[in-house]
């Protein structure tokens, strides 16, 4: 699929603000309703544009405590250990690496002692070999 100049501005249209409607997108683009809704069902069909979401401003929400953390693990238990962890509550992003670690992930939790207790039942899955926290102090750009 080629993505043009026109599917660019709409995309990042909706990375600024995934709410607006196919009226305001064709106001900003200075465009007609129509031509930018089939626009958009294209980008989702061919799965350009994966999915809408909501960012939540974690400290509003109860998770005092953020952390980035690494993971290493036995090479063959690699990505059955990342679907694992994706199934926890407290880990909101799960992606296999090369460098430091073999998988990074971004666990939340409403202090220190929920994100020890969250790290310590990772631990116990059979193959992780090594658990390295970093926590956040504040995120600049979403």
Not at 45 to 63: A, H, M, P, Q
Not at 86 to 115: C, N, P, Q
């Amino acid at each position: 699929m080629t993505i043009d100049e026109f599917d660019m501005k709409i995309i990042r249209e909706l990375q600024r603000d995934g709410s607006l409607s196919y009226s305001d997108l064709a106001r900003i683009l200075n465009q007609n309703e129509s031509t930018v809704r089939k626009r958009v069902l294209t980008l989702r069909e061919r799965g350009v544009i994966k999915k809408f979401t909501v960012i939540v401003d974690n400290l509003k929400v109860g998770y005092n405590t953020v952390a980035v953390v690494g993971f290493d693990t036995e090479p063959g238990l690699l990505l059955e250990i990342a679907q694992r962890l994706a199934e926890f509550e407290e880990v909101r992003y799960v992606a296999t690496s090369t460098g430091d670690h073999m998988i990074m992930a971004e666990v939340w939790a409403r202090d220190g002692k929920e994100l020890s207790q969250v790290l310590s039942k990772i631990g116990s899955i059979e193959g992780v070999r090594k658990i390295c926290p970093s926590i956040l102090l504040e995120k600049i750009k979403e």
